[in-house]
C-alpha cells in the first residue's frame, strides 16, 4: 500500500470537506456577522463538539483503532467482527445515556463554558437541539475506525462534507423559513448540523456492509451482558481511561479559554472560532489526513514487533508533515489579512471584525507546526497502547497554556488565547517528539540536516512574497469586488504554491522522496 497516495486521498477528501466548510463559515459571517445571536450559536455548538472529542475522534478512536488493528493482525477477521460488535453495542448504549443526560444538563454545561453570553437561554436550547449530534458523529468514529483498519480511507475522509452540506442548506433555504413563522433564523443551522450527523452515519453503512463488517447492536438485556463480557471491551475501556483525562485535558483548555472569551467582550467568541475554522484548514488536510494514516499502520508494525518500519513510519510522517505545514504557517502569520478578508468580509461582517479576527489567526499561525506535529507524534505513542505518557504531558500543557494566558489575555484580549493554545501545542509537540527519541521508538533517518537547509530556503522565499502581497493590495477596500479579490488571492497562493514546490524541486527535494509503501 502506498502510503503517500492514502495520505494524499485523505487529505484531498478533506480539502473537500474544509472547502465546503469555507463556504458555510462566509454564509454565517455574511448572514449573522460576529454578534450575540453568533457567540450563542458558536457555545452551543462547542458543547456536543467537545464531547465529539471526547468520546469519538478522540478517546474513543485512540484507544479501539490500535485494538482492533492488532487483533486483526494476530487474531484474523473473526474475531476482530466479534470485538465490533460488543463495543458497538456498548458504546451505543453509552452514547444513548449521555444525550439525555446531555439535553436535561444544557443549562449547567452552557453556564460552565460560557457564563457570560448575552444571549444565555437561546445558548441552551440551541444546546439542546444540537447535542444528539454527539450520538451520531461518535457513531460515525466507530465506522471510520473499522473502515480505516481496513485501509479503507475513502468514505470516513468524505463524510464531514455532508455536515457542510446540510449547514448551507439550512442557511440557504431553512433560515428564510424560519425568518418567515417568526423563529429567529440561527434556529435553523442548528437543525442542519443534526440532520449532517444524521447522514455522515447514514453513509457509512453501506461502505462497513460490502466488508462485512457492519456492527451488530445487541438491544436486548442478554447481548447487552455479553458484550460486557467481551474482553476486547475491557481493554478497549481500560485504554479509554488515560485517554479519556489527556483528551478531557484538552478540551478543558478550550473551555476555559471559551469561558474568558466570552467574558472578554460581544463578538470575542465569534472572531475565535473563524480564527479556529482557518487554522483547521491546514491541521485538518495535514495532521489529521496523516493521523488517520498512520495509525493503523503504526499498530499493526507493533503487533509484529517490527521496530524498523515503526521508526521509519514515523519519520516519514515528520519530514512530509514538514514540507506541507511550514509554508502554511507562514502564511497564516504574514497572510492573514488577506485570508480572513477574501473569505469572511461580507454582509454583517465588517472591518473591524476582519481585524480582530486576523489577530486570533496569528496567535494560531505561531503555535500550528505544534497543532500539525502533534497528530502524527501523538500515535507513536497510541499505537504502543501507551496513552498515559501523552496524558502526563497534555496536563502539564494545560497548566502551561493557562498561565500563558495570564500573561496574553490582559496584553492581547481574545488573540492572547489563541496565541497561549499555540505555543502549548508547540510545547506539546516537542515533548512528544523528545519522548519517542529518549525511548528509542523513533531513530530519525540520515539526512534531516539538508531537507531543513531545503525547506527553508523555499520557505523563506514563500514568506516573503506572501508579506509583499498582503500589504501591496488593498483587501479590505476590495469589497466591492469580491471577484476581483478572490482572483488576485487564488493568484497569489497559487503562485506561491508553484514557487515553493519548483524551489524544492531545484533544490533536490521531489514527490517520489515520501512514495512509501507500507
Known sequence: MNLFKAASTVSLL??????????????????FGASAWTDAFNVA???PNLLRRLFAEGAFSQAFVPILAATRERDGDAATHQLIN???????????????????GAPLLVLAI???????????????WMFPYIGFMSLVALAGGILNTWRQFTVPALTPVLLNIAWIVAAVWLAPVFQRHGIEPIYAIAVGVLVGGVLQLAVQVPAL???????RIGLLPASIKAAWHHPGVHRVLKQM??????????????????????????????????????????TGLLGVALGVVLLPQLSAAQAKGD?????????????????????????????ARPLVAVLFHYGQFTPTDVEQTVRALMGYGAGLMGLVAVKVLAPGFYARQDIRTPVRIAII???????????????LGHAGLALSIGLGALVNASWLLWGLLKRGVYLPRPGWGLFLLRIGIATAVLGGVLAFASVRIDWIGLQAHAGLRAAWMAGVLGGVAVLYFGLLALLGLRPRHFARHG
Do not use: H, K
Request: aromatic share 8%.
Open 114 to 128: 460560557g457564563s457570560g453570553l448575552a444571549r444565555f437561554d437561546d445558548a441552551v436550547q440551541l444546546t439542546r
Open 397 to 411: 500543557v494545560l497548566v502551561v497554556t493557562q498561565l500563558l494566558n495570564l500573561v496574553f489575555v490582559p496584553w
Open 45 to 47: 455548538f462547542r458543547i
Open 307 to 335: 521496530t524498523e518500519r515503526y521508526s521509519g513510519l514515523l519519520d516519514w510522517g515528520l519530514r512530509l508533515m514538514l514540507v506541507m505545514a511550514l509554508p502554511c504557517a507562514i502564511a497564516l502569520l504574514v497572510f
Open 86 to 104: 460488543a463495543v458497538a453495542t456498548m458504546l451505543f448504549w453509552a452514547l444513548a445515556a449521555t444525550v439525555v443526560v446531555g439535553i436535561i
Open 14 to 31: 478533506t480539502l473537500a470537506s474544509r472547502i465546503t466548510g469555507l463556504v458555510r463559515d462566509q454564509l454565517m459571517a455574511g448572514a
Open 209 to 215: 456492509a460490502r466488508l462485512g463488517a457492519l456492527p
Open 241 to 282: 481511561a488515560p485517554a479519556l483525562v489527556g483528551v478531557s485535558v484538552a478540551q478543558l483548555s478550550l473551555l476555559i479559554n471559551t469561558q474568558i472569551a466570552s467574558r472578554v467582550g460581544v463578538g470575542a467568541v465569534s472572531w475565535l472560532f473563524y480564527a479556529d475554522r482557518l487554522m483547521e484548514f491546514p
